[in-house]
Every structure is written in structure tokens, then in C-alpha cells.
């Protein structure tokens, strides 16, 4: 990892001459941003230093909390880490011109300043880092596009505390321009403020639900860039949608009567000569490209956890749906999970449908990469292939062996022999723990409404 230095960092400032705080932020286990906010006078020491933040601030479930299944965060006495601020992420915050935003990375300690010793695993980003350094020296080498749907909503909600759709839309219009034009002055800053941080962000679409859209990220090799890009993406849409007094929701299934929120990776693999290992005239694929759908397959389902990392991801996997409900692959239908898009033979790519709008895009795309790995290592064929011709669908039925619940899919994860090896069981364990422990924390925080109907 490079480091910002001093210089880059008074080089920013030069620019910028009304900045009176530096946000370091990280993306934790769950992918929320966190983070410090410092005085600059007190920032430079960030630069020369690093900041002192304790490890449990990675593994922080959705509530807030620290797992009280490995004891981490308490037993352990809660010691620090050492953030480090990474090059090229110092960047300008739109919504706050008073702002500049850098991006840091936990390391376990360092030796001098700019050599890490022991990056820590427990920050996705380094573990993110861990995976794609198994392909150095393989000739493989991945580009990768993340996009991500989310619905707008009011502030306000209504009267039982559920979300109502931004300025009470109540249609379905999917590729409706109309519903573009409605909301076109919030994407259109979206999209400078996209421009200000270097989020490569392309086209917005509007989705299959009332107030549900979708922006897309332009493909690129630098793989660690990718996931800060959709992990920053996020928080753009989140930041400017309420400055327009909406809120921008990446939550899996906030209706039960309306369809989901995806985050789907596109990804393909170019040889060090530049040249695309998945290109062919075959709409079914090369060999290359079927390897790597087996290694997506094989990866599928002991990544659901990561895919869908919450309760609610998993009200979204429904048959007829558009969303992964087994392993099928085909080219040209939503109806698979493992989609070979139509377009140039060049351009040969995957797209892999499974995870949650909501999930992690560092740990989503460590699995993905896990599964790529894989899958050009073994050499197997893909099952599961359903024809661009079937008129019965892919989606009819759900395979029995998919996890239908978090605490099914966290078994078959604990389990996983093939992603022990890229992840380690350390944090396989880590992750366990947390979402056990948020588990917990839910059952214990409330008793839904419809639990007084069905037993009062």
C-alpha cells in the first residue's frame, strides 16, 4: 500500500483554501463508513504519525455493537491500531467545502514511517489486498465494474414506521426516462460530485420498482480502486440525495412487494499482453470463461454470508425474481445468477448476481476474486447451464442446497474449505462471530408488531 505523504497532502490544501477538518474515514466489516474528524492543524500529524483507533471499530455489526461471541472488544482490552492515510484518496468533500476526506488503512503497527509491518486483516481493504495478490504472476489479470441499485425515499416515514417512496412515486417504470427527469437535478450532482472525487460513475438508470435507481461504475484493472469507488459511490448518493431531503436507502428488500437492491460485479480477465482470456465468438463462452464460472459456482453458496450479510438480504432471494436462487448461467438473461451479457466479442465478461446492495464491496469482491481464482486454477466445467433458448426459465426453482437463512449461510461458511484458503480461518471465525452477535442483538432489541397478531 502506498502512503500519503505531507506532501500530498499540503499539494490538496493548496487547492483548496477554506478546509478547516480532515475526515479519515475506513469502510468496517458491515461496510459503513467510519471514521475520525480532525482539526487540520492536528491533521498533519496524521501524515507523519498515523491515527491511533482500536481494531473492534472494523468489526462493529449493523447495530453498532461489538460481537459478544469471541469476546473481542471486551476480554481483549480494546487496544489500538495504527491508520495509515493511503495515496491518491485525498480528496475534497462536495456537500462540505470546509472538508477534505482521506481514505486510511489499519495496520498492526509499522517499523518507520512508510513501511507497514502487519497490515490487519480485520480491515477489509487488506484483505481485499491479500486475495489479489494472488494472482501476481499468474498472467491473469481482472477488470471490474460494480453496480449498485438503491431507492430514494422521504425523510419522513409513515404511520408504522415503514419508508415511503420519494415524492410519493407509485409506479413501476423500469428505463423510465420520466422518472429519470423527476429526480434529474439530484443525479446530475451526483454525478459532478462523482467527477470531484474521481468516482468513475457512467449512467443512471431507473429500476423495476417505484423510486428505485442505479448507477454504474466504469470497468478498470486497479482492483483495490474499484471497491473504494463503490464504497465511496455510495456514500456520495447517500450525502447529496439528503441535501435534497431524501433518503437514499442500499437496503436488500425494503418492500415485500417490491423487488430488491443488487450490488452485481461485471468482471472479465486480460493476459499481460492486454488481451481479454474470456474474448470469443462462442456466446456461451471459452474455456477460460466457463473455468471461471465453475469457480464461481463452487464459491457460490459458502459466500453467501458476504453476498448477503444481513436478515433482510435474504427476503430479496425469491424465485421469479431476477435474483440468484441456484447456480445457472447463461448468456443474454437476468434469470441466471451468472450472466454472460450480450456485446462485443472483445468484451466478453461475467456478471455476478448474487450480492446484496447493501453488502461490503471489499469483502464482495474478495469472494468474487476467490471464486475467479479458483475456478482458472482447477480447470473444471460449469454446471447449471441453461440455454438462451429455455422458455421455462431459470429461476422456476430454488436450488434445496442454497442457504435460505444468515444462520445457514454462516454454517456453510464456518465449513468452507476452499475459501479458508484465501481468507484464513481467523477471519472467517472474526466474521462469524460478528454476525452471530448481531443476530443476537436483534432478537433481543424488539418484538416485531406481528408477533402481538399471531400470539397476544
Not at 494472482?135 to 438503491?150: D, R, S
Not at 425515499?153 to 412515486?169: I, M, S, T
Not at 436478515?311 to 454472460?340: A, C, E, H, M, Y
Not at 429461476?395 to 444462520?407: G, R, S
Request: net charge neutral; with cysteine.
Amino acid at each position: 500500500m502506498e502512503l500519503a505523504t505531507q506532501s500530498e497532502f499540503d499539494e490538496v490544501l493548496n487547492r483548496h483554501h477554506n478546509i478547516q477538518y480532515v475526515d479519515f474515514i475506513f469502510a468496517d466489516l458491515c461496510g459503513y463508513i467510519r471514521g475520525k474528524r480532525v482539526p487540520i492543524l492536528e491533521a498533519t500529524k496524521v501524515f507523519k504519525e498515523g491515527l491511533l483507533m482500536p481494531f473492534s471499530a472494523f468489526y462493529l455489526d449493523v447495530l453498532g455493537g461489538v460481537s459478544n461471541v469471541k469476546s473481542l472488544g471486551w476480554t481483549d482490552g480494546d487496544p489500538d491500531g495504527v491508520l495509515l492515510p493511503i495515496s491518491k484518496s485525498i480528496k475534497p468533500v462536495p456537500w462540505d467545502d470546509r472538508i477534505l476526506q482521506v481514505m486510511i488503512s489499519l495496520a498492526d503497527k509499522q517499523q518507520k514511517w512508510g513501511v507497514i509491518k502487519n497490515p490487519s486483516e480485520v480491515d477489509p481493504r487488506n484483505m481485499l489486498k491479500k486475495i489479489i495478490k494472488k494472482f501476481e504472476g499468474t498472467g491473469w489479470n481482472p477488470v471490474v465494474a460494480f453496480e449498485l441499485e438503491f431507492y430514494l425515499f422521504d425523510k419522513k416515514r409513515d404511520n408504522e414506521g415503514k419508508p415511503v417512496v420519494a415524492l410519493g412515486q407509485d409506479k413501476t417504470q423500469v428505463y423510465g426516462i420520466a422518472d429519470l427527469d423527476i429526480f434529474k437535478d439530484l443525479l446530475h450532482e451526483i454525478n459532478e460530485n462523482c467527477k470531484i472525487q474521481n468516482v468513475p460513475a457512467t449512467n443512471a438508470t431507473s429500476e423495476f420498482s417505484p423510486g428505485q435507481l442505479e448507477v454504474n461504475l466504469r470497468h478498470g484493472g486497479d482492483l483495490l480502486k474499484a471497491a473504494d469507488d463503490a464504497a465511496m459511490l455510495r456514500r456520495i448518493i447517500k450525502e447529496t440525495s439528503s441535501r435534497y431531503g431524501f433518503d437514499a436507502s442500499f437496503m436488500a428488500k425494503p418492500y415485500l412487494d417490491h423487488t430488491g437492491s443488487g450490488q452485481h460485479l461485471h468482471i472479465s480477465c486480460y493476459d499481460d499482453a492486454g488481451k481479454n482470456i474470456f474474448a470469443t465468438k462462442n456466446r456461451y463462452g471459452n474455456d477460460f470463461l466457463k473455468y471461471a464460472i465453475s469457480g464461481f459456482q463452487e464459491t457460490f453458496y459458502d459466500s453467501f454470508p458476504i453476498f448477503i450479510p444481513n436478515v433482510n438480504g435474504f427476503r430479496r432471494i425469491q424465485t421469479r425474481n431476477f435474483v440468484p436462487v441456484n447456480k445457472s448461467w447463461s448468456w443474454n438473461r437476468r434469470d441466471v445468477s451468472l450472466r454472460i451479457p450480450a456485446g462485443s466479442d472483445s468484451s466478453k465478461r461475467i456478471e455476478h448476481r448474487v450480492a446484496s446492495a447493501d453488502a461490503n464491496p471489499y469483502l464482495v469482491l474478495a469472494c468474487i476474486l476467490s471464486g475467479l481464482h479458483y475456478g482458472l486454477t482447477k480447470k473444471q466445467m460449469p454446471t447449471n447451464q441453461i440455454s438462451f433458448d429455455n422458455n421455462e426459465g431459470a429461476d422456476k426453482e430454488a436450488d434445496p442446497e442454497m442457504p435460505k437463512t444468515l444462520t445457514q449461510a454462516l454454517e456453510r461458511f464456518k465449513n468452507s474449505k476452499i475459501l479458508r484458503n484465501y481468507f484464513g480461518q481467523e477471519y472467517i471465525d472474526l466474521y462469524i462471530a460478528v454476525k452471530q452477535g448481531e443476530l443476537e442483538h436483534m432478537e433481543q432489541s424488539f418484538i416485531p408488531r406481528e408477533e402481538y397478531s399471531f400470539y397476544l
